[in-house]
């Protein structure tokens, strides 16, 4: 259950100082993410937060990646963090994401908002979107979170947001959640 709180904690520290709409315009990828575990595609004002930067932030060291909005909304960033954790037994995609979802729900003032099936590389997992304080003295705010199992290790890849948001900002983080792969996107392009 610790996997789900650092998820959480490292989301907390990085928004901190979230975004602002995209003018209802189609969520494109602009720039593509990879680091030899997973790819993700991220639209156009995201930024991959460099691993000194999350380590001077303090994140915890379950945290592989980071991104972030670049303009700040209701005084905080807009960030997706991805957490990895190793698995003792080998935990198929939706069971993996059946545990998270479980454990985030013990979170205090936990709301379900939306939960969506997706597939990541043809596997089945769920976009769950709920409200929650990640601790006492913190505001209740907005997650989005997927999870997914790849060789006995579990990513969880969770946007932290204000309680409420625009339909442009929560469009955008459900693409970089959608299309979050563990396949190498320059190796199709290569052998084209």
Known sequence: MKRFFVAVVAVT???GCGSSSSGG???????????????ACLPK????????TLRQLGVPEE????????TPHAGQLDTVTVTR???STDMKTPDYSQSNLLAVSAL?????????????????SSLHVFSARPSADQPIRRYYQISVSQEKTGYTFTG???????DSEADQVKFI????????????AEAT
């Open 25 to 39: 315009s189609k969520v494109t990828c602009e720039q593509q993410f990879w680091n030899t575990m997973f790819a």
């Open 13 to 15: 520290f990085l928004a």
């Open 177 to 188: 959640l959608k299309n979050v792969s563990f396949k190498d996107p320059t190796a199709d």
């Open 108 to 124: 205090p003032d936990y709301r379900l908002i939306d939960k969506e099936t997706v597939y990541i590389d043809g596997e089945q």
């Open 160 to 166: 932290s947001f204000p309680l409420s948001i625009q």
């Open 63 to 70: 945290t592989v990646a980071a991104f972030q909005f670049d």
């Open 45 to 52: 004002g995201w930024r991959v937060l460099s691993s000194e």
């Open 85 to 87: 954790e190793p698995l």
